[in-house]
């Protein structure tokens, strides 16, 4: 079956890096778009990263672009999420979640998803 799991989350500093890793399997890994999510308590999924199941092109929000990369390990059945430059707001649960083939940052567009991994980043 399929599954997806997070990991790398942590505390950290205004300013300071982390990296998520998202460990797939149970699918076509290299044919399947990958996106990061990120959520706080009473707000929505918010898509940050996705990388696409045709080309490996890459999508970010506004929100993370320039400070956030999204890369994908083929070998490794694994995206991951370098975040750099942290801030505050940036602090949430992060997802990963599968689609087939094309990209999206628009939660709806995904049925398969992680558990989660908080980041915390503190001032």
């Known amino acids: 079956q399929v599954q997806l799991v997070e990991s790398g989350g942590g505390m950290v500093q205004a300013g300071g890096s982390v990296r998520l890793s998202c460990v797939a399997s149970g699918f076509v890994f290299s044919e399947s778009a990958i996106a990061w999510f990120r959520q706080v308590p009473g707000k929505e999924r918010e898509g940050i990263a996705c990388i696409s199941g045709l080309d490996d092109a890459t999508y970010y929000s506004d929100s993370v672009k320039d400070r956030f990369t999204i890369s994908r390990d083929k070998a490794k059945n694994t995206v991951y999420l370098q975040m750099n430059s942290l801030k505050p707001e940036d602090s949430g649960t992060y997802y990963c979640?599968?689609?087939?083939?094309?990209?999206?940052?628009?939660?709806?567009?995904?049925?398969?998803w992680g558990q989660g991994t908080q980041v915390t980043v503190s001032r």
């Open positions: 979640a599968k689609r087939r083939k094309i990209a999206s940052l628009d939660a709806i567009d995904y049925v398969s």
